[in-house]
């Protein structure tokens, strides 16, 4: 009896082995099946962040191919300053699923007149030459007394000894600026010491080795660079002292700092190509064959034009200007096997003009016969310049080299920069950008019209439109343009349904038939930096909306 007993004891504990063993592989079942949709989770979210980055991919792509095709073509298709249709929520994968809908979207920061961050954001790309080129800085150095310090005093919070040290980092020598710094006197007393580069910077943020340049200074209060104070960026901003996003103009540094940083004012790029509104290369005035030089100008201009440009650079223009007065160009007898005796410094110079020619057969200098004055055709009067600067301009070039890099672009520069322009006055002596004038260039470029649109694309209509004098404009030009070809944007790709995005800052450059990426860095790790509803959601309720 006892013996059996046991046996069902034995029984029962076996039924408890197996069901503890059960459990065992229930739960390790249960474990395995909850690791592998982890995994395929996991390989999911890395499929789609790929997926992400292979959309910032093809809108880089997408802009390149629209800045391949002309002004006139881009023009047509919305230009490129802010063009929803064609920069934002374009759809690289049309799943009906939003959680699949894959997109790219082209933003740039919205910034007022001032500078000034607006809280929004545009569709399209930013012009480099709206910036600051660092590279100009010591051009500009040579050209002005102080040039270089002029340009950057123009950014919101810059002191002297600041600006000097950036002018010293950049410069050759080791002689410090009278507020700057060099090796001897500063950089050799850090601990690790270093050198400055003594060259142009390779990055904007190679300023924050600079002395006195700080990372609030450089990079403001957008810090995850979406060009607007987010709510968190408000709080953080203000704890750091840097007057958070309710910027107060005239407040010095909150004026411009808060809201973007020195960073958002300078570049390294910028630059425009040196061709015709048609995309043609602008006509060589300084080409040393004349015979040459002649029929390239007799094949846009009429006979009187490409005479009288090709007599100029035979003989120079004439000591006094003769108040313009003179006979036509346009039946001069010229040889043009001689070699020039004179180049073109400026387009401009053309203007008002007179040429001096000793009537000796040849046509060269020399004889003592009274001189022949030749007038310019090209009139010191704004009235007559409606007829023809704007040909002259777009057509003309005293450079032959494809791009010309630096100037700041009068059309979309903010008023900071326009204000650090370091043109003089000859007349006067006084720097040419004042308040007043950057203030009515602020106005008037916000009147675009269909009749003056063309004019507007060239720096010259300051003076077409009597803003400034022939050398006021003069003077300006080596600093000044109507705008760039090398453009700057932020790319994000996402899903418009949400989850893995990617986003990255990326310069083109514009200026060759074949534009290329010039910078690209990718900022996927300060998140995707806008709302999907700024972005652009074109699905409801998982069905495509009806486009217009």
């Not at 959680?99 to 480099?128: H, I, K, M, N, W």
């Not at 070809?485 to 349904?497: A, E, M």
Request: net charge negative.
């Amino acid at each position: 009896m006892k013996h059996r007993n046991s046996r069902n004891r034995r029984k029962g504990v076996v039924l408890i082995i197996v069901l503890v063993v059960l459990l065992v592989l229930a739960l390790a079942a249960y474990s395995f099946c909850d690791l592998m949709l982890a995994h395929r989770q996991v390989a999911t979210v890395n499929g789609k962040q790929l997926q992400a980055r292979m959309l910032v991919q093809s809108g880089a792509e997408a802009i390149k191919q629209y800045l391949a095709t002309d002004e006139a073509t881009r023009l047509a298709s919305g230009g490129h300053f802010n063009n929803p249709l064609y920069f934002q929520t374009a759809v690289v994968l049309p799943e009906q699923d939003p959680q699949d809908r894959g997109c790219f979207t082209v933003v740039a920061p919205y910034f007022d007149e001032l500078g000034l961050a607006s809280g929004g954001v545009r569709y399209g790309l930013e012009d480099e030459s709206s910036r600051l080129n660092l590279n100009m800085l010591l051009i500009a150095d040579a050209a002005v007394p102080d040039g270089g310090r002029t340009l950057l005093m123009s950014l919101p919070g810059m002191t002297e000894d600041v600006a000097d040290a950036i002018l010293d980092w950049m410069d050759p020598d080791e002689e410090p600026r009278e507020y700057g710094a060099e090796f001897g006197d500063y950089y050799s007393t850090l601990s690790p010491p270093y050198e400055p580069r003594n060259g142009p910077p390779q990055t904007v943020e190679e300023l924050l080795l600079v002395a006195g340049v700080t990372p609030e200074l450089l990079f403001g209060a957008d810090f995850n660079r979406n060009g607007m104070i987010d709510q968190h960026e408000q709080a953080m901003s203000t704890s750091l002292g840097l007057g958070g996003g309710a910027a107060n103009v005239g407040d010095g540094f909150a004026s411009g700092i808060a809201n973007r940083g020195w960073s958002a004012y300078l570049t390294l790029y910028s630059g425009e190509r040196n061709v015709s509104s048609q995309g043609l290369p602008r006509i060589f005035l300084n080409n040393e064959d004349l015979q040459a030089l002649h029929d390239e100008l007799s094949e846009v201009f009429s006979a009187e034009w490409a005479n009288f440009i090709v007599a100029y650079r035979l003989y120079g223009p004439a000591d006094s200007n003769g108040n313009g007065q003179g006979q036509s160009a346009e039946n001069l007898q010229l040889d043009l096997t001689q070699s020039p005796s004179a180049s073109i410094d400026q387009v401009l110079d053309l203007i008002g003009a007179t040429i001096d020619i000793q009537n000796n057969q040849g046509g060269g200098r020399g004889g003592n016969q009274q001189p022949t004055t030749v007038a310019s055709p090209f009139q010191n009067d704004v009235v007559a310049m409606a007829t023809y600067l704007t040909s002259l301009m777009d057509n003309c070039s005293v450079s032959e080299a494809k791009a010309i890099p630096g100037r700041i672009s009068i059309n979309e520069a903010p008023r900071e920069l326009l204000l650090g322009i370091p043109a003089v006055d000859a007349a006067s002596g006084e720097l040419i950008m004042t308040e007043e004038l950057a203030d009515q260039i602020i106005e008037l470029r916000a009147t675009v019209t269909e009749e003056n649109a063309a004019a507007r694309t060239n720096e010259s209509w300051l003076l077409g439109e009597a803003v400034v004098n022939l050398d006021q404009m003069k003077a300006l030009m080596p600093f000044v343009c109507g705008g760039g070809d090398v453009f700057r944007c932020q790319i994000v790709g996402y899903f418009q349904g949400g989850g893995p995005s990617s986003r990255a800052e990326v310069v083109f450059d514009a200026t060759s038939a074949e534009p290329r990426e010039l910078l690209w860095r990718d900022i996927s790790h300060l998140g995707r930096g806008y709302a999907l509803e700024t972005l652009g959601v074109d699905l409801l309720d998982g069905v495509a909306a009806q486009q217009p």
